[in-house]
């Protein structure tokens, strides 16, 4: 049973940065494809990044392409969100998630199938 704790999250200004992490316990994290989503109040959950098993596929959500990165460290067991130029509009809960699936970007960022989902990390971004 895989069980998921992020990290990370925290009060920031404009334009800062943060990186999350999303640990993983209970089983080895390889073999899943993994995702992070955000929801901001008052509005859906949203997939913000994923990446592959293997760290090879990779995608993002338009409204964070150049600013945010995903990277995964197998030794760690971790999965990584580094967010740059931080946004009064990133501002949500942060949740990471994870399913054993094959990658496809066209459909990683649905939250359709994921077995296994952290309690999230609070991103506030405010001047």
């Known amino acids: 049973q895989l069980h998921l704790v992020e990290s990370g999250g925290g009060l920031v200004q404009p334009g800062e940065s943060l990186r999350l992490s999303c640990t993983a316990s209970?089983?080895?994290?390889?073999?899943?494809?993994v995702t992070w989503f955000r929801q901001a109040p008052g509005k859906e959950r949203e997939g913000v990044s994923c990446?592959?098993?293997?760290?090879?596929?990779?995608n993002y959500a338009d409204s964070v392409k150049g600013r945010f990165t995903i990277s995964r460290d197998s030794a760690k067991n971790a999965v990584y969100l580094q967010m740059n130029s931080l946004k009064p509009e990133d501002t949500g809960v942060y949740y990471c998630?994870?399913?054993?699936?094959?990658?496809?970007?066209?459909?990683?960022?649905?939250?359709?199938?994921?077995?296994?989902w952290g309690e999230g990390t609070l991103v506030t971004v405010s001047s």
């Open positions: 998630a994870a399913k054993r699936s094959l990658f496809k970007a066209a459909t990683c960022l649905s939250d359709s199938g994921m077995g296994y």
């Open positions: 209970g089983s080895s994290f390889d073999g899943y494809l």
């Open positions: 990446i592959s098993r293997f760290g090879n596929g990779i």
